[in-house]
């Protein structure tokens, strides 16, 4: 199959040949990463700007090095150092980047559907590295990546996903993987963090972990973001950590072979205990190893697309 | 993959396997006291006839080591073709210091392909040297780049594509103009 | 300008008098007449319907404060372009219209430039804020024919409890934009629902308007004053609003044509021309909705006209203003939606909702062709075929999801006071 994307905005618009796609070229690029010489020379001569209106080291970081690593130009801007803040708007400021010759745009923004609308409007390629509640479309991939690499297949893999899931992008992005490739999804937490409407999508929904807990061939627990309990969605993050936390005892009863993955930052002490994340069923650094490559696959893949096909 | 043109064969299977032969044969003259031997396969034929070479310099009493190394990530056309050249796998030594290289392709042309795959096999470590062998070299330069062995040459009109092709990937044998 | 017309050879429809029948209209120095005057103009009218001009009882015309969006004279224009011969305009401009001088300066200057009638409504409390009562009595004097806090919504009961006592002293209507802000407050965007589930937008759920149409029709069960629930959207509102008016309660309600033209899903690509709030719900919403105007639970079609310049509503979908234009594009979709798609009323019964029954509530003597009546007149032609083009928009705004829409029905002249204030060019 043909790559003819010059965005990628989110994994629901994608077949699963697509993700497939992507896997198989960020596999590429981890054996890379592996190397001395960490460099291919793909995007020489590419200008990749960072726009991250809503702040985050951690993918900013990846993304760049993804970059640099693919030899591409790198421009970081962040809403505070920006024009936006000075009341420019979103479409201005990117038509601003395309005028600098700006070849790629990996944008987060707090806005859903950001990131679809920069794409519609530029020639430039629109990465979206999360755009509100809607999908964080590289960290659904590096999550499924995790689970093909170590468990070498995600059809029929059973993965549990833990938390605030609707108010979460990652979530979104990997029901969206997981059920393209055949996983067998369960939604776990509290009802009002868990909307029924998501059944829709194929996914199981449960509000008692210790009820799923040794099925799981992998465990995602989601961050528990403290908006959420001002805004009264749940009491308090020790009541969640007692229902929900993956913590030193329910770690026990997983399968032997099961994996623990989280995106970061984590809240040790309430989605699960330190003591597990630094465990053996942790796969949360390789999560972060995972992403440079996925980063690097979804770069070149986007990158490569036809400047006639950018309209 | 069809082609819209007609295709005439240039040569048939026997000539293909006669020209792997010729080409075992420079190879072992030219790698005489060379070791230890890698040959690494550009994908996609370059690696079916990598493994190929293998076999019948083993044949020759020369032992060598295949692998592939892809070279999608190093071409100098990334957004200038219709379609997104698709990552494969490479397969190298760990440690390249002490080996001897040998690239491996079907069809020698203009030499890009070639020069993508010696920045590939570098990106991952120093060979001592580097070789480059081809069963076809249909002239047509654009770097100054040529093989080391070839086992033959062949010419086609400048429009023309020459297409290799081998019963593990196209399920037939032949080297045919299109 | 001649304001004596002959209009012959039409359906003459006229709920008011229960007339619907082949005949002639004439309006004589802008009065509707028995017989026709020398020198009036000529209008031929066969194979089109003549009914009374259409009142819209919900339209924002942005001025004073936004006339970037709209002003008076081109919102009126444009109603005019639409088939309407009045209008009612919403308080939500800036300064919010909840002083007398405001209805003052509104009223002189649609009698300035307003193409057709305009009528005013004034703010329920002070700034819309939902707090103190605004001046209503003084507004009353100015002109205003309805009391509402458009935009937003009265969240306290008791407030709402004392402004519809009060609004019963002057025999003026409640309308009101039922929002429960605490079920749907303003970062709500869509309806809360499986699309904005998987868009990951805040939802806006059904409750949140259905709590408050309840809340309604018990202040107006317990005052006697009419209260009118505007743009209904939901399944639960209609049945609320059956159950209320079967036990005679002076609970209305009306329905905008976005509301039974699309779903939720049209969001999908987060195109904010689909934007507006109440936003747009599933198909057993509109299912309800249908069955509400068919068997008369909701008897009043509006179009909630809401413009808005282009810059405004090209941006990231949450940052966008709510609303669309629907001035020009509601005759054509009511005829097209109402008659023809889904067949739920006779042509009767959609004038009624579009003349009569806005004029009754509002106690407009118009809404009629009754003689020595004010001679508004609409000549609608059913079947007409069109393509709506919002480059040719009269109004200022463009903010529509229905561009390019084939639509069949569509008012080809506007009469107000016996002067032709738009006409088709065919």
Known sequence: MNWTRKDLLALGDLTADEITLILDTAAGFKVVGQRRLKKVPSLRGKTLVNLFVEASTRTRTSFELAAVRLSADVVNITASSSSLAKGESLKDTAKNLEALAADLIVLRHSAAGAAQFLAERLRAGVINAGDGSHEHPTQGLLDVFTIRERLGRVAGVKVGIVGDIRFSRVARSNIQALTKLGAEVTLIGPPTLVPREFERTGVRITHRLDDVLGELDVINLLRIQHERQKAGYFPGTGEYATLFGLNAARAERLKPEALVMHPGPIHRGVELDGSVADGPHSVILDQVTNGLAVRMAVLYLCGAVPTEAKG | ?178 | MNSSVNIRGGRVVDPASSRDELGDVFIVDGKFSPAPAAGAVEVEARGLVVCPGFIDMHVHLREPGQGAKETIETGTRAAAAGGFTSVLAMPNTNPVADHPGIIAWMAERAAAVGAVNVYLSGAITVGSEGGQLASIGAMSAAGIVAVTDDGRCVQSHDVMLRAAEYCGMFGLPLLDHCQDASLAGPEAVMHQGYWSTLLGLPGWPRMAEEIIVARNAFLAEATGTPIHCQHLTSAGSVRLLREARARGIPLSGEVCPHHIALTDESLKDYDTNFKMNPPLREEADIDALLQGIADGTIDILATDHAPHAPYEKEVEFAAAPFGIVGLETAVGLFCHLLLHCHGVVDLPKLVAMLTVNPARLLGLNRGTLALGAAADVTLLDPDLEWVVDKASFVSKGRNTPFHGWKLQGRAVRTIVGGRTVWKNKV
Not at chain 2, 90 to 117: M, Y
Not at chain 2, 123 to 133: Q, T
């Open chain 2, 1 to 178: 993959m069809t082609s819209s043109m007609p295709s005439s064969q240039l040569l048939d299977a026997a000539g293909v396997e006669l020209a792997i032969e010729r080409l075992s044969d420079t190879l072992v003259l030219g790698l005489e006291g060379v070791s230890p031997i890698f040959l690494a396969g550009i994908p996609t034929r370059g690696v079916v006839l990598a493994k190929r070479l293998q076999s019948s310099l083993a044949a020759r009493g020369v032992t060598c080591d295949c692998g592939a190394v892809d070279i999608a990530m190093y071409r100098d056309d990334l957004g200038l073709r219709e379609e997104v050249v698709v990552v494969r796998d490479t397969k190298l030594p760990i440690n390249l210091e002490s080996w001897t290289v040998v690239l491996v392709d079907d069809v020698h042309q203009t030499g890009r392909t070639a020069r993508a795959a010696i920045e590939a096999v570098l990106g991952f470590g120093r060979p001592r040297r580097i070789f480059y062998a081809v069963l076809v070299d249909r002239g047509g330069r654009e770097l100054p780049i040529r093989p080391d062995f070839t086992a033959t040459e062949l010419s086609v009109g400048a429009n023309s594509q020459m297409r290799v092709r081998l019963i593990e990937v196209d399920g037939e044998e032949g080297i045919f103009e299109e």
